[in-house]
Structure formats: structure tokens, C-alpha cells
């Protein structure tokens, strides 16, 4: 982090800069800083002017010393103080790369240049004055850094009436100078005070920039009131404790000649008051003060106040007398609470700081029947993205409290019409009337009133009292603007093994019983850090509430870490550095192992030692050259023990300490085979029916398979959308950063739920499960969500709302209500934004733009968006007299005669399905099995030209034609009375479709997935029998023979087999009665293709130098769409990082101010970019990596671009490490089909 500076000012020689690094848990970093301080050129310059600046940067680099830190003096003569064209700001920027890893942290800050050498404030001033009764108030002096300054001499003027006072004041101890004022001599005028340093800098006329000492400002206005009576709340401007009893004191000095001609004889004076709380009227009452005749009219009373969570966080106290005669006398106060919940809650550790792997107790206090929610988290998370760690201030920031005032359809404004004077920019909410469209209007603050107090706190009142102020009309009368320069100031155990290190530690709900607390036992996990842990609870009786963040340090006095890459390929070698630190006070002789095994080669490494004296706060790195050997996932074991010697270190004896004296350390390292992944899936649907079936599947792998690469197995489910079950967070192998994306996370559980609902096979296991990832994605659907009810695929700042994915979500949130809780207004404001945008013809107008061109003449024109978009309602339940459905039916059935695009016929058979309009369906089914394409047992339908499918049974099809073929699917199923004809025709769909899908349950892209899945959902409960009993033998010739058996009690269970034969043949025969889902998956890894001619794609790696660490890469990627289109649907550029490199700080948010970049998302080792399109124009998008740990003998790592509604539309090329290759690569390659 960047300590200094926090603030540059201009008239010093110099300034400081300082720069620390700090652990999690606490403790300092060694290793090297290098730090640079600039001066960037205006935006605005560079962008304007034709000729270029280049920044000012002043660099430095220097070892940490034993605080972690780094600190140099900076001349301010390198910067350019007068110059417009460069910013008024020092930007400093910080890379701390750890000693003995080469680990890297990154930080940044900027430091605004002030030429403030003092400020003034007012403080503890009220907007108003009481005329004839003291005013008092507070100035308070800082210097430049914000100290406090004592004995400084201040000037304070007041001016009224064009006529000026001065007094002189001294600050205290505080740097505060209190005040009191005079009223009597204002008579009754608006006031402005302004406080004033005494003093100038002598020198400033000789420097470039002149030391500002800020001036305070302040205006106020008078009391309005008939009455000689006086009343004031007493100040309490401090923040005041939630829900502890309070006095507020009131003092008055009531005049008796305004009770009347009996005044004097008043035994008795009523005052008033209110209590206003977040823009209701949380409590009134009177005070009743009895005046004897000897007792003086003057005094003070209380009024017991306790502020709750209903009045926090800034109540208003009205105190008022209103006398006979209409007068009213008044005073407010808004008072400053501290932010609270009705719900106490609490948290608590059992002990502060604890070893790795110790049993701690967990405290959780709540009111009675709460449940709550706990998160305990590594403090490096929090770090990262500390704006959305949620807090009581953050909480009550989710809500915009009423500021006062009053509707405009109830507002007293009262306007001063006044010719040929300009009126202010306000709008008129109606039509000006004829007879006041020649005059301006003038609107203006009324000043201090018992009405304007009201409205301050949103209080409407009725009275023929004395409460507003008249108004004066005339042109004098027009109250003038006061010149503020600065205006208001604004606020600114020993042998344990440690291989467990999440970074979330407690992610869980609990339930608070009648006793109010409740005690939960964990084990504290590996990692040294400190835990952040906080709970939120909700109760029906006592709301919500939440805790403050309390910590947890997990911490052993001696500890060994180990820094790896996060994967490595198999033959690159890299130095595994492990660092041991010691935090007792005493030296100690260090002995550090690590476990050698069959997984990974370790050579001689030269001048290395293992065994070595380690003293207070020390931290010293052992070192092996590893070389990755064997695939998957490695584990390296490492100890670091404390020996019993006597040997000295240096001149101190060595200590061996009673607890902590071992530690052993186990982390993975994932070994990834050379090349690019393929995975081939061939699922059957084998269906006996007593007698047996059979199918065949060949694994075979290409020449230039990669060696050990390939592996297979065969999976075998009772129930077909049983894969879909196991898979359902990872059904499309494909990122998720979209709008539409997500929803293949969304829309197939909720088919599946219908499913299992509809077939009796609902478990509670099951119904969490699928809940947990409704819940997750509706959560994640709402950021895509416009203010006016509408989504788009990146959301509101990127794009127009789109009607299709609108349609859909409204029609998935309305059947996930049933599951989970979904708002219904979020619901309803989909519906009224699309009803918004139906034609008086009862068509849909299509909005937004539609990342899949293959569907363009299918949802891209009227008749199938409107198509689509009623079958959405009809699927949510919407009646057919609904006007939306009502209206998009008439317009579907006028335009049906010409529709004769395969995809739209498809859609408009499923949706009078749904209509229960058979006469239609059954027309358009008839033309649609004119256009099946059959081959043996499956049917299909394809939007190109008809072709036979391919005999290869790993074959692939487009994302268009599974999704059109389920619709055809659904039309024939959506229906009450299917017969056995349909049935059987149905079936042939089904083996083909189930033929498509991945080896996750999922097909190729997101909608097909969807539509397909929700397809075989409703034949799964046409046809489901809940009896069945089948014998499965999978064999490949003599040597390999294993069957499985699937029966009613196991249908839904998974069961999974490796197959050894690799390249082999392999029979699947099944016998009994039934059906069985089997898939048989074959991964193996090759080099990169070369041919092709849907994408062209080029990468360029370039390093600055290959000396200096930590090693940094430019990575420059030209793409174009050279395919059969003009331009490609959603296309995505994935980045796999080469090992032991990542994306530096910033990367995301550069790109994605690029020209068609819509997102972009950087996971462990892969950079996704999200284009909204290609077209045939060369775009370049550059970015930089780091080497984190340096990784020797680096084998190529890929970027591959593709269609992502067509995967098979792909470019791939191969970059390396030019330092490691000798020269710069540039490979061009042409895509692969």
C-alpha cells in the first residue's frame, strides 16, 4: 500500500513517498519495491491536440527494510506546476515483488496537488438566527495535512446590512475557537460570516505557486416569528448510541404579553413537539411547564428521547409554542445517530488469534426465532474488491431516506411574477396559464419559518397560524446570492499437516433459538491470514440485523509457504521456492525437506542448502529445480522443522520452541498434457422392452495425438435426463458472461424440477441442489436487468434492451416462482415494458440486437418474435384471454399462410400447441415431416439443405438445428392426449437429439441447450414407467467385459466406468424392460490445427527485456471474420496464459474499451473476451501478462477465437515466450472447420 503521500502541495521543494507491504496477517514483506510517482497529461489535452506530451514519471526502486517498507524524497522541480496540459495530480504506482518467490502485488494511488496551506470550518452552526438572543458556533483550524492548530489567531467577519464587524479569536487546544454574536445588531437581516486566517505567508510572492489558506463561509437568515418569545433546543452534535434513553433539554423565555392581555395571570404554558424519523412521524406529545407567580418565565425542561433503528440515521426534533394571538415561536434540530438494526446481532470469536487447524468456537447472538447467515472469509478477499463487503452504513445506503420537503403535487411554493425579469431554469411540472405565460416566474427560498421547519422534515401542516413568513414581491425585496468562494465545507498443533486453504472458511445459515445465541464449533483452516467473519440475520418479529466484521488470525510462529504456478504443461521445469518464517525472538536452526516422489523429477540445484539459522522476524527461501513429469494433479509435500542443535547462530544460542516447532505444508500443482483439449461425446438411448439392443462406439485418436493424453469412459443413467441432474452448474462448456448465457444456469433447472416434480422422483437432496443454483443464477440474471423492467445480453451500459430476452426471462421467472422467492414486481415490469411494445397488429417491434445471426428470419423478424415471445406467455401460464396472448395469436394466425422459413414453421407448431389450436399444428407438423431428414431411427430437421447424417458417431451439428428440432419435438408432446404413433415418432427425435449432447448433458450453445433440454424434459414425462430392470454389458473383444445394472432404486444414480482400450471397439448391449441413457466420452489432447476459413487470426508476443523481473509479456491479437457472413454472431476470444503468467492490473478494464469488446472475465488462467461481433475489417487488441514464477523450457500456450452459436466456426494459434524462443513469434493461422 501507498502511505505517502496521501496529498502533494505545490509550494513545497519536495515530497514524501512512502511505500509498505504487508502480509494478511500482519506482518511486513521483504522483497523489492519499485515504485514510480507521475504526472499524466490532461485527458482532454490528449485527446484535442494534434502534437503529444508524455508523462512525467520519477521512478524508484529500493529493498524493503525490516518494516516491509520503502521511503524516498521526491523533488517537485521534476513536475510541471503551471502547465494546463498536465493533470493536477500525482499518480503513484507500486509493484512489491516478494524476496526468494519473485511473487508480485500491485498497488496504485493518486494524490490530488493542493496549494492549501490551512483550512477554516465552521462547525456546530445552525442555518438560522433568533433575533435579540446570543448566536454561538465553533471555527476549527487544520493545517495542510489536516492537524489541528493551536493559538492561531483568526479573524471572524460578519457583515449585515452592507455593514461589517470583525472579532478576533484564538484557537484552543483542540483547534477550535469558539464565538458568540450579537443579534440585536443585525435587526433582523440575512447574515454572512466568513472566518479568516490572521496571518499571509510572507514569502509567497516570490514563489510559482502561492499557499491557499482556505477561508470558512457561512449564511445565515433570521427567525421569522411575531412573538417576543424565545425557544431553543440545546445542541447535541455528536453522534448519538442506538437505543439508549436520552434528555434532550429545551430552553425557552416566554414573554407574557404573548398569552394575551391575562399573560400575566398564565399558570400554565404548553409546548408542543414532534419526532421525525426517516420521513414518518414516529412520535409527538406536549410538555406541560406550570408558571407560579413567583417563578420566572424562563427556563428549561426535558423531553426523554430514545432514537431506534426507526428513527436512524438523522431525526428531527420540532419543539414549538403556539400562542392566542397566532404567533408561533419554534426551533428544530437534526440530530446525528448512529447507524442501526432493531435485530441486535452479534458475533464473537472464542479466541483472537489461534494455530491453523485449532477448534474454535463461534458465538452467534440474535433475537429469538432469527435466521442467520454467517460468512467467514480470508482477508486478502476482502482486499481485492473491499466496496462490497457489506456494513451497517453500506446497508442503509441501499435506501434513499427522505430529504424533506414536500411532493410538487403538494408543494406551497409561492411564485413572484415579475416581467422582463429571467427566470430561474426550473420546469413547469403543468401548462403555463394564458395569463401568466408573459410573466417570468421567480421562485426562491422563503428563509426560517415554523412552515419551512416543517417542510424540512416532511411534515405538512394546516394552520391559520402565524407559521410563513409574508412574502415580498417588489424587485428590492429579491434576496441576492452570496458570493461563497468556498462555498460549505463538504465531508469529505506441532506435527499438524496444513493442505486445506479455501479462501471462504464459513458459508452457512443458522437458526437462532428462543435462547438468543447459539454456539458453533470449527476448525480454523491452513492458511496464515487473518479471517474476516460477519452474520446477517432476519427475524418475523424483530426485522433485520446484522454483526460488525469481527477477525480471526490464524498464525504459527514458524511456518513454511510455497509458491507455485496454478499449472504447469508436462516437460517445463521451474524453481519451486519455499519460504520459512520466523516470528519468535530467538534464533533457531531450520531443517526443510521436501518429499520426493514418482510425480515430478527434482535436479541438483547448485549452492542450494536446506539447513540454516533463521532469527527474529527473518524470512529465508529454500529452493529445488522440478521438472513436471507426470499428468493431473501433483502434490508437493514440505516440512520445515526446528532442530535440537547446539550450534550457535552467529553468537546466539538457538531455541526450540514448545508449540509450533514443525511444519508441514501440501499443495497441488495441476500438470496439463501439451496441446489443445478435444472431447468427443456418443450418447444412445437403448430401450429393450424385454428383448435386448445394442450399440457400438470406436475410440480411436489421430496420429499427432498427444502421448498419455487420452482418456475415456462410459456413464450410464436410468433416466434421461439423468446426466442433466449431475451437471447442472456445467451443461455448455462455454463461458457465462452474458445476459443470455446465464440463463442455460437458469432455465434447464427449472425443467428438470417440472420433471421430477411431474414423475415423482423429487428427493429433498435433489430439490436443495437445484434450488441452490436458481437462487444463484435469478440473483445473477438481475444484472443484466434495465431500470424500466427490460434486459440485454451486457446490461444496461451496454446496448439496448432486447424484446426476445426479456420474453425469456420473464417466462423463466414466472415458473421459478413455484421454487424460489422472485420478485413479482420484477416479473410484472418485463411484462408491461414488452406489452409497450406490441404493434396495434398484435406483432411484437424487435429491440436490440441478436447475437445468433443463424436465427435471423427466425426471432429477428416480427412473426417469430411474436411467435416466440406469446409461446413464453402461454408456457407461464397466461390465459388465452389475456390481451398479450390474445393479440399475438391474431397476429400469428394472419401471417401463418405465408410463413415459410423451416425455423419459423417449427416455433409457430409449438406455440398453437400451447394454444391448443390442433388444426394449425397439425398443418404446420405435416409440412415440417415433408422437410424431416431420416436416417435409420433418427429424425431431424436442419435449416440448411437436407443432408443425411454423418456415419461418424462423434459427428457434430449446428446449435440452429438442435433447437429447431426440439421445437418440433415440444409441438408434438405439448398436449394432453399424446397417441402411440406420436409417441413412437417422438422416439426418433429423441435418439437423435440425444445423439447431440455433450458429455455434461448440455449441447452445443445456450439457447439450443435450453430448448432441447426442456424438450426431452416433457417426453421424459410422457413416457416415463417408473418400473424397470436392465442389464448393461459394455465390452471391448476378449480382454475388457463389465456390466451394470439399472433399476427403479438406482435410476437416477451415476454410474461411471474408465475404458482401458484406447484406441478400441466397444459394444453397449442392453436386456430386460426399460430405458438407459449411456454415454461414452473420449478426451484426448493434439497440436493446433492449421486450415480453415471462418476467422483469421494472428498473435504477436513481445518483451522489453529478458533480464528483468518479474518478466513481462505484450500479447498483440489481430482477428478478423473471413466466413461465409458478413459478420459473425457473438464471437469469443479465450486467452490460455502460458504458465506461470497472468494478465497484469487493469487488463479487463482497458480491453473493454476497445471497439466490439462487451465483457471480459480472467479466471486462473484463462482471459475470455467477449466481441459482439467480427466482420471482415482487422481488429487488434493488445494487452500485457506477467511472470509471477519464472517457469523454464515454456511450452506454447493457445488463443483460439470462435462463433460461440457456432463452435465449429474456430481459429486457433500458439504463442510462447519470445525470450525463450529467441525472437519474437508471429504466427498467422487460418481457422479450423
Not at 431431424?940 to 428440432?965: C, F, G, I, N, R
Not at 437423435?992 to 448433458?1001: C, M, S
Request: proline share 5%; aromatic share 10%; hydrophobic share 35%.
Amino acid at each position: 500500500m501507498v502511505t505517502e503521500p496521501a496529498q502533494v502541495f505545490t509550494y513545497d521543494t519536495a515530497f514524501p513517498l512512502k511505500v509498505c507491504g504487508r502480509y494478511t496477517y500482519g506482518k511486513p514483506v521483504q522483497g523489492t519495491i519499485r515504485a514510480s510517482a507521475c504526472q499524466k497529461t490532461s485527458i482532454w489535452y490528449t485527446d484535442h491536440m494534434s502534437s503529444t506530451l508524455t508523462d512525467l514519471c520519477w521512478k524508484y526502486t529500493a529493498q524493503t527494510d525490516q518494516t516491509g517498507c520503502i521511503s524516498a524524497s521526491v523533488n517537485m522541480s521534476f513536475f510541471n506546476l503551471v502547465n494546463y496540459r498536465f493533470r493536477h495530480s500525482i499518480e503513484v504506482k507500486a509493484t512489491l515483488v516478494e524476496a526468494g518467490t519473485g511473487l508480485e502485488a500491485n498497488t496504485i494511488r493518486v494524490a490530488p496537488m493542493s496549494e492549501q496551506a490551512g483550512s477554516l470550518s465552521f462547525e456546530d452552526l445552525d442555518r438560522y438566527y433568533h433575533p435579540g438572543h446570543p448566536y454561538s458556533g465553533k471555527i476549527k483550524a487544520l493545517g495542510r495535512d489536516g492537524s489541528i492548530l493551536k493559538n492561531q489567531e483568526l479573524i471572524l467577519v460578519s457583515e449585515a446590512e452592507n455593514k461589517q464587524s470583525n472579532q478576533n479569536l484564538i484557537t484552543d487546544s483542540t483547534g477550535v475557537a469558539t464565538f458568540t454574536l450579537d443579534t440585536a445588531v443585525w435587526n433582523g437581516s440575512d447574515v454572512s460570516l466568513e472566518g479568516r486566517f490572521k496571518f499571509q505567508d510572507p514569502g509567497s510572492k516570490s514563489r510559482s505557486t502561492i499557499p491557499d489558506y482556505q477561508n470558512a463561509y457561512f449564511r445565515l437568515q433570521p427567525y421569522y416569528t411575531t412573538t417576543k418569545s424565545y425557544l431553543k433546543i440545546q445542541r447535541q452534535w455528536e453522534e448519538l448510541p442506538c437505543d439508549q434513553p436520552q434528555e434532550v433539554q429545551v430552553e425557552y423565555n416566554v414573554d407574557p404579553t404573548d398569552l394575551g392581555e391575562d399573560g400575566d395571570e398564565a399558570t400554565e404554558i404548553l409546548f408542543s413537539f414532534y419526532v421525525v424519523g426517516n420521513g414518518r412521524l414516529i412520535m409527538d406529545g406536549q410538555k406541560h411547564i406550570n408558571i407560579m407567580k413567583d417563578t420566572a418565565w424562563k427556563g428549561l425542561f426535558a423531553i426523554p428521547l430514545t432514537f431506534t433503528s426507526q428513527l436512524a440515521p438523522n431525526p428531527f426534533l420540532v419543539v414549538y409554542i403556539m400562542f392566542p394571538n397566532g404567533g408561533i415561536v419554534a426551533d428544530k434540530f437534526q440530530f446525528k445517530v448512529a447507524t442501526c438494526f432493531k435485530n441486535r446481532v452479534t458475533l464473537e470469536f472464542s479466541q483472537k488469534q489461534d494455530l491453523p487447524g485449532a477448534i474454535v468456537t463461534l458465538q452467534l447472538g440474535a433475537a429469538p426465532n432469527s435466521l442467520c447467515a454467517v460468512r467467514a472469509v480470508d482477508k486478502s478477499v476482502l482486499l481485492r474488491t473491499p466496496e462490497t463487503e457489506l456494513s451497517s452504513s453500506s446497508v442503509y445506503g441501499m435506501f434513499s431516506f427522505p430529504n424533506g420537503g414536500y411532493p410538487y403535487e403538494v408543494d406551497e411554493d409561492i411564485d413572484c411574477y415579475i416581467p422582463g425579469v429571467r427566470p430561474f431554469p426550473i420546469p413547469d411540472l403543468e401548462p403555463v396559464p394564458l395569463d401568466r405565460q408573459r410573466h417570468s416566474i421567480l421562485r426562491f427560498d422563503q428563509g426560517a419559518d415554523f412552515f419551512s421547519f416543517l417542510k424540512d422534515t416532511g411534515l405538512k401542516i394546516l394552520s391559520n397560524g402565524k407559521i410563513k413568513k409574508p412574502l415580498d414581491c417588489s424587485v428590492n425585496g429579491i434576496p441576492q446570492a452570496f458570493p461563497l468562494l468556498g462555498g460549505e465545507e463538504l465531508g469529505s498443533s506441532d506435527s499438524q499437516v496444513r493442505q486445506y486453504f479455501p479462501e471462504t472458511w464459513i458459508w452457512d445459515l443458522y437458526f437462532i433459538n428462543e435462547a438468543e445465541e447459539a454456539l458453533v464449533l470449527f476448525n480454523i483452516p491452513d492458511t496464515i491470514t487473518e479471517w474476516k467473519a460477519s452474520m446477517f440475520c432476519v427475524s418475523e418479529s424483530s426485522g433485520f440485523g446484522m454483526s460488525p466484521t469481527v477477525g480471526l488470525v490464524a498464525f504459527k510462529p514458524i511456518f513454511v509457504d510455497l509458491a507455485l504456478p496454478y499449472s504447469v504443461i508436462r516437460g517445463e521445469s521451474f524453481m519451486l521456492t519455499a519460504t520459512v518464517f520466523n516470528y519468535l525472538k530467538h534464533c533457531m536452526r531450520i531443517q526443510v525437506i521436501l518429499d520426493e516422489t514418482e510425480e515430478y523429477e527434482v535436479e541438483p540445484c547448485k549452492g542450494c542448502k536446506y539447513t540454516r539459522c533463521l532469527c527474529m522476524d527473518e524470512a529465508k527461501t529454500y529452493s529445488w529445480n522440478v521438472i513436471a513429469t507426470k499428468l493431473g494433479e501433483v502434490n508437493f509435500t514440505i516440512t520445515a522443522e526446528v532442530l535440537d542443535s547446539k550450534e550457535l547462530c552467529g553468537s546466539e544460542k538457538v531455541l526450540v520452541p514448545s508449540k509450533g516447532w514443525k511444519d508441514t505444508l501440501i499443495k497441488h500443482l495441476l500438470v496439463r498434457p501439451e496441446g489443445i483439449l478435444v472431447e468427443k461425446s456418443h450418447s444412445s438411448l437403448l430401450c429393450p422392452e424385454g428383448n435386448s439392443t445394442s450399440d457400438s462406439v470406436s475410440l480411436q485418436v489421430p496420429e499427432n495425438v498427444v502421448p498419455d493424453s487420452a482418456r475415456a469412459q462410459v456413464s450410464l443413467l436410468g433416466d434421461i435426463m439423468g446426466t442433466v441432474l449431475e451437471n447442472l452448474d456445467q451443461l455448455v462448456q462455454m463461458p457465462h458472461g452474458c445476459g443470455e448465457q446465464n440463463m442455460v444456469l437458469f432455465a434447464p433447472i427449472v425443467y428438470v424440477l417440472q420433471y421430477l416434480e411431474k414423475t415423482g422422483q423429487l428427493s429433498k437432496e435433489l430439490k436443495a441442489r437445484a434450488v441452490g443454483f436458481l437462487q444463484t443464477g435469478y440473483q445473477r440474471q438481475l444484472q443484466y436487468k434495465h431500470k424500466d423492467g427490460s434486459y440485454s445480453a451486457f446490461g444496461e451500459n451496454h446496448g439496448e434492451s432486447s424484446t426476445w430476452l426479456t420474453a425469456f426471462v420473464a417466462k423463466c421467472f414466472i415458473q421459478a416462482q413455484q421454487h424460489i422467492f422472485i420478485d413479482d414486481k420484477i416479473i410484472q415490469q418485463a411484462l408491461q415494458w414488452m406489452a409497450g411494445h406490441q404493434q396495434t397488429s398484435g406483432c411484437y417491434s424487435s429491440m436490440g440486437k441478436l447475437f445468433n445471426t443463424a436465427m435471423k428470419g427466425g426471432v429477428n423478424d416480427d412473426i417469430s418474435l411474436t411467435a416466440y415471445i406469446t409461446s413464453a406467455l402461454l408456457e407461464a401460464g397466461k390465459p388465452l384471454s389475456d390481451p398479450m396472448v390474445k393479440n399475438g395469436l391474431k397476429c400469428l394466425r394472419n401471417a401463418s399462410s405465408i410463413v415459410t422459413g423451416i425455423y419459423t414453421q417449427a416455433l409457430l407448431a409449438y406455440v398453437y400447441s400451447l394454444a391448443g389450436d390442433g388444426a394449425r399444428r397439425d398443418s404446420l407438423l405435416a409440412k415440417l415431416d415433408q422437410q424431416a431428414i431420416k436416417s435409420g431411427a433418427q429424425i431431424h430437421w436442419s435449416w440448411k439443405p437436407a443432408q443425411l447424417p454423418a456415419q461418424d458417431s462423434w459427428s457434430q451439428v449446428m446449435s440452429v438445428d438442435v433447437e429447431l428440432t426440439a421445437y418440433v419435438l415440444l409441438a408434438l408432446l405439448m398436449k394432453e392426449n399424446v397417441t402411440k404413433e406420436e409417441i413412437a415418432f417422438a422416439t426418433g427425435i429423441v435418439t437423435w437429439l440425444t445423439k447431440q449432447q455433450n458429455a455434461y448433458g448440455g449441447f452445443a450453445s445456450t439457447q439450443d441447450t435450453i430448448v432441447a433440454l426442456q424438450a426431452l424434459a416433457r417426453y421424459g414425462v410422457v413416457t416415463f414407467i417408473r418400473s424397470g430392470d436392465i442389464t448393461m454389458t459394455v465390452r471391448s473383444g476378449n480382454s475388457f467385459q463389465h456390466s451394470f445394472h439399472v433399476e427403479t432404486a438406482n435410476r437416477l444414480v451415476l454410474q461411471q466406468l474408465p475404458l482401458p482400450n484406447i484406441p478400441g471397439e466397444y459394444s453397449l448391449r442392453a436386456t430386460g424392460t426399460g430405458c438407459v441413457y449411456v454415454q461414452t466420452v473420449l478426451r484426448y489432447n493434439v497440436p493446433p490445427e492449421k486450415d480453415g476459413e471462418a476467422f483469421f487470426l494472428s498473435v504477436k508476443a513481445a518483451g522489453d527485456s529478458c533480464e528483468t523481473a518479474p518478466h513481462v509479456l505484450t500479447l498483440s491479437i489481430s482477428v478478423s471474420y473471413e466466413g461465409r457472413r458478413s459478420t459473425s454472431n457473438m464471437a469469443i476470444i479465450e486467452v490460455k496464459m502460458l504458465s506461470g503468467f497472468h494478465p497484469v492490473w487493469g487488463t479487463n478494464s482497458y480491453l473493454q474499451q476497445q471497439p466490439y469488446v462487451q465483457r471480459v472475465e480472467s479466471e486462473a488462467e484463462h482471459l475470455s473476451v467477449y466481441l459482439d461481433q467480427l466482420d471482415k475489417d482487422t481488429q487488434t487488441y493488445s494487452f500485457t501478462i506477467s511472470q509471477d514464477v519464472p517457469v523454464r523450457d515454456l511450452k506454447p500456450a493457445a488463443i483460439k477465437v470462435y462463433d460461440y452459436y457456432q463452435p465449429d466456426e474456430q481459429s486457433m494459434v500458439e504463442y510462447t515466450d519470445p525470450c525463450q524462443q529467441g525472437e519474437v513469434m508471429d504466427r498467422d493461422r487460418r481457422s479450423l472447420m
